[in-house]
């Protein structure tokens, strides 16, 4: 499938994305590229084969108890900072 400028164009607006003339061609073949895979996957039988709607569509979610697993190792953490002052890691100024 091949398509014409003026959707190229279009389709470019709703993306959002400033193209010139000449990146509209370059994107206008990916594009045609893009629905041509698409075109060969729509080849495939999929005769029988039950609509998937998830990896797994029989899994479900086991509820756990909900309680606070990290917490209270601050001086682990700070250890790995390249600079600290008391509790607090200090980084560089970036404004002035």
């Given at each position: 499938?091949?398509?014409?400028l003026?959707?190229?164009?279009?389709?470019?607006?709703?993306?959002?994305?400033?193209?010139?003339?000449?990146?509209?061609?370059?994107?206008?073949?990916?594009?045609?590229?893009?629905?041509?895979?698409?075109?060969?996957?729509?080849?495939?039988?999929?005769?029988?084969?039950?609509?998937?709607?998830g990896?797994?569509?029989?899994?479900?979610?086991?509820?756990?108890?909900?309680?606070?697993?990290?917490?209270?190792?601050q001086?682990?953490?700070?250890?790995?900072?390249?600079d600290?002052?008391?509790?607090?890691?200090?980084?560089?100024?970036?404004?002035?």
């Open positions: 499938m091949s398509l014409d003026a959707t190229t164009r279009r389709i470019a607006k709703l993306a959002r994305i400033g193209l010139d003339d000449q990146e509209i061609e370059a994107v206008r073949a990916q594009l045609g590229g893009i629905l041509g895979w698409i075109e060969i996957l729509d080849e495939v039988d999929v005769e029988g084969v039950p609509p998937m709607i990896t797994s569509t029989n899994a479900a979610l086991l509820p756990r108890e909900d309680a606070v697993t990290d917490g209270d190792c001086d682990k953490v700070l250890s790995n900072a390249p600290r002052e008391g509790p607090f890691f200090t980084v560089p100024k970036v404004v002035e």
